[in-house]
């Protein structure tokens, strides 16, 4: 099952970072938050990637033409240019599609143009601005169960602001940045499962958004079920995320499921 992960956002909430490089390039503990997403899915066995990108692009087709470079020690002969890369690298087994979206369009045509290189009967679709913990075999086996033309993954974030509990004009309680609890609703984490049928419903226009329009049709026909994931999640929208995710990697990476 393939993954198409959206790449081209402007991430002008972060602009500290991304007025230099897109937003999936912005890094944690040394590397891009895309290389964290993708080894997430290649942990789980999901190592046929189609990134959808758009601003700033050049930068993720540099990355991943230059790769092992990037990566791994290597030797340059400089009088015959050959190019020793040392050791084993675990991610070579990675494929990965890297797609032309436009600077300027919508989510959904984004999806819409990656959408060509589907050939299954299911896709697996995700931003490529957040980490998480989510078991993605029982994510699958999940939205196959429902079997509906599309599976979300709702999340329950931290509140980022203190939460106050009242009695008439006083306060009983105050509660801080505590976790969402299930008598909440969740929210759109991604972490996306697809029948390859979806496609259909998105506009071949440059402007059509994944959320509101393609969204919008498959729920007026009950084709949209929820997978609600209680673990941790994380997205990165601004610089105060990225300091937060860097020290967490440091200290308590929860979302590295997989081994150096």
């Known amino acids: 099952m393939k993954t198409i992960i959206l790449c081209g956002g402007m991430g002008t909430r972060l602009r500290e970072e991304t007025e230099y490089k897109p937003k999936p390039m ?46 791994q020690d290597f030797t340059v002969d400089l009088s015959n240019g050959q190019i020793d890369v040392h050791g084993q690298h675990h991610d070579t087994n990675w494929k990965v599609t890297l797609v032309e979206t436009g600077e300027s ?4 045509y984004r999806t819409k143009l990656a959408g060509k290189y589907i050939e299954d009967d299911y896709f697996m679709l995700t931003y490529g601005d957040a980490v998480a913990d989510v078991n993605l075999h029982q994510l699958v086996d999940y939205a196959k169960q429902q079997d509906t033309i599309g599976t979300v993954t709702g999340v329950y974030p931290a509140s980022k602001f203190g939460e106050m509990v009242t009695n008439g004009n006083q306060v009983s309680q105050f509660k801080q940045k505590l976790r969402e609890t299930e008598d909440k609703e969740p929210i759109n984490g991604g972490y996306f499962v697809f029948k390859k049928e979806f496609l259909d419903y998105i506009p071949n226009d440059p402007g059509a958004d994944l959320e509101l329009e393609a969204f919008d049709a498959i729920v007026k026909q009950n084709q949209l079920a929820v997978y609600r994931h209680k673990g941790f999640w994380q997205c990165m929208d601004t610089f105060r995320d990225n300091q937060m995710l860097n020290k967490m990697w440091a200290e308590d990476p929860r979302w590295k499921l997989w081994k150096d």
Do not use: C
């Open 26 to 71: 912005v890094q944690i503990g040394g590397k891009p938050i895309l290389w964290h997403i993708m080894k997430h899915y290649a942990h789980f066995g999901f190592n046929e990637f189609i990134l959808a990108l758009g601003y700033k692009g050049d930068a993720i087709r540099e990355y991943f033409l230059n790769f092992n470079s990037y990566n």
């Open 105 to 108: 369009s919508m989510t959904g």
